[in-house]
Structures are given as structure tokens and as C-alpha cells.
């Protein structure tokens, strides 16, 4: 079956450590993105790719990093940089306008 | 820029209760409409969409209807049930430069009581 595929579902992180929450997609949409999600809280976006090789900043992309170095993968880092990571990170993809998301993994810094 | 407004939850309804969630938007272009659903600890799924003026999306139950003259895409639903309890995320997808981007509201989470 075609989809998102984020894992993991739950991770746990110390303070200072740099994490790489992964995203794989076999829907051959050429458009990725990642998002934040705090408790009660709408969606954030924290950059987006439009093709690969190539991605942008969202509105709060501080203390985070990408990659599209495949048109299936779009590996998000949460860097010791990002002061207040804990969060629901969830991925999407979409061909034109309609977006599918993944089941999203739960960060925690312990 | 682009972005979307909707109304505060919760929202709190009996069993067979009518369900009007508001949510109106601003687009510069001539965006795509969308609510989508999450339900706990999950991922969001599309509800439905709508993709021009006067466009009547519809899923499950759950209508809304694409009003340009009011910038509004409000979902209702006649007879809500419990396992309708959810967040829902009314959304627009307008062409930026070289492709799309989905622009999301607040979120309105809905409990239904049996």
C-alpha cells in the first residue's frame, strides 16, 4: 500500500543531543514537508521540499535541518539548538494541493 | 500571506446533535479547501475538500461547501456521533513559487458525549 512511513513513533532525547526523525514516502509526490505540533496547538511548518536536492525554511525552521537527497526521504534533525523540542513532529507529502500525512513521532527530551 | 481562521474549541455535543465548525480564510490566489481529521496520538487524515467556488466536499456524514463571496468553508454534520471526537483542521492549498503549500488553522477539537 501506498503512504507515509515515520518512525520512529516515539523518541526520547537528551539534553545536547542532536536526533534525526525519519520520513519515507512511496506515493511518488515531489513535495515534502514536516511540522510541529504542540499540545492543543495547530500545526507549524518547519521546511518544506518541492523537489529534490532543494528545500526552504518554513515559519519556524530555528534548531532544525533537512535533507532531500532522494525523492522518497526527507529526514528532519531536531539540533541542540532547538531550545524547546519536545513536540508531535508530522510529516507529509503531497503531489499537488492535497496533503497526506504520516502517523507522526512523539519527541520528549529527558 | 495567505492564512486560515477558525472558530475555538472545544466543542462539546450530545449524541445526534447538529455540527457547525466555522472557519473562514484569506488567499491572495484562488486556493484548494480541506478539513482534515486527527485522531488521538494519530496522524491527520483528509476529511474532504473542495477545489472551486460553490464546491460542496462531502465524507462520512460531513459536509462543506466552498463560499467565495464570504471566504468561508464551514463544516457541518446533521447527526454527530462519539467516535466523531476528534480535532479537526480546516485548511487552504494555494500555488507558491514552483508548487504548493497547505496552510493550516488552529485546530477545533470536538468531544461528543454519549
Known amino acids: 500500500d501506498g503512504g507515509i512511513t515515520q518512525s520512529p513513533k516515539y523518541l526520547f532525547r537528551k539534553e545536547g543531543q542532536n536526533v534525526t526523525l525519519s520520513c519515507e514516502q512511496n506515493?511518488?509526490?515531489?513535495?515534502m514537508y514536516w511540522y510541529r505540533q504542540d499540545p492543543g496547538q495547530g500545526l507549524r511548518l518547519i521546511y518544506y521540499?518541492?523537489?529534490?536536492?532543494?528545500?526552504q525554511k518554513g515559519d519556524i525552521a530555528e534548531g532544525y535541518s533537512v535533507s532531500r537527497e532522494k525523492k522518497e526521504s526527507f529526514p528532519l534533525t531536531v539540533t541542540s539548538a532547538q531550545k524547546n523540542p519536545t513536540a508531535f513532529y508530522l510529516c507529509?507529502?503531497?503531489?499537488?494541493?492535497?496533503?497526506?500525512f504520516g502517523q507522526g513521532t512523539r519527541l520528549t527530551v529527558v | 500571506g495567505d492564512s486560515v481562521t477558525q472558530m475555538e474549541g472545544p466543542v462539546t455535543l450530545s449524541e445526534e446533535a447538529f455540527l457547525t465548525i466555522n472557519c473562514t480564510y484569506t488567499a491572495t490566489g484562488y486556493p484548494s479547501l480541506f478539513w482534515y481529521v486527527q485522531y488521538p496520538g494519530e496522524g491527520l487524515q483528509l476529511l474532504l475538500k473542495?477545489?472551486?467556488?460553490?464546491d460542496k466536499g462531502s465524507n462520512k456524514g460531513f459536509e462543506a461547501t466552498y463560499r467565495k463571496e464570504t471566504t468561508s468553508f464551514h463544516l457541518e454534520k446533521g447527526s454527530v456521533q462519539v467516535s466523531d471526537s476528534a480535532v479537526y483542521f480546516c485548511?487552504?492549498?494555494?500555488?507558491?513559487?514552483?508548487?504548493?503549500?497547505?496552510?493550516f488553522g488552529a485546530g477545533t477539537r470536538l468531544f461528543v458525549k454519549a
Open positions: 473542495a477545489t472551486k467556488a460553490d
Open positions: 521540499s518541492q523537489i529534490v536536492n532543494d528545500f
Open positions: 485548511a487552504l492549498s494555494d500555488r507558491n513559487t514552483g508548487g504548493f503549500k497547505t496552510i
Open positions: 507529509a507529502s503531497s503531489m499537488r494541493t492535497e496533503a497526506f
Open positions: 506515493l511518488n509526490h515531489d513535495a
